[in-house]
């Protein structure tokens, strides 16, 4: 294994199982990757290509398309009130929350049950 920065000549990254690598040569999958635009596509086709070259293990791949030229740094703060705001919408409140009456009703028949 190596670490590696990914930087601006890293374009993909090609996440597989055997079932790829036992039949797929590292330059035959970068190659093959790199025809698709979109990531989804690209990895079908390369386990369309593990299928089609006889591979008889499970088959699974992930392809990362790095968009390096796209990407633009944000603010510390800026992440902070992105996160918060959806933490919000995500996790109500607790005065937000309200119990039916019903579902007090089962609890309660739930616990006396466990009583006896």
Request: hydrophobic share 40%; proline share 4%; aromatic share 4%.
């Amino acid at each position: 294994f190596q670490d590696l920065d990914v930087d601006e000549q890293i374009e993909l990254l090609i996440l597989a199982s055997d079932g790829l690598w036992d039949v797929v040569p590292n330059d035959d999958a970068v190659a093959l990757a790199c025809t698709e635009e979109e990531p989804e596509a690209a990895a079908r086709k390369l386990t369309e290509a593990a299928f089609s070259r006889g591979s008889v293990d499970n088959i699974t791949c992930i392809v990362v398309r790095f968009h390096h030229d796209k990407v633009e740094p944000i603010s510390r703060d800026k992440v902070d009130a992105i996160i918060s705001d959806k933490v919000d919408v995500i996790v109500p409140k607790k005065a937000d929350i309200v119990v039916p009456d019903k579902a007090k009703a089962t609890s309660a028949s739930v616990k006396e049950e466990e009583s006896t």
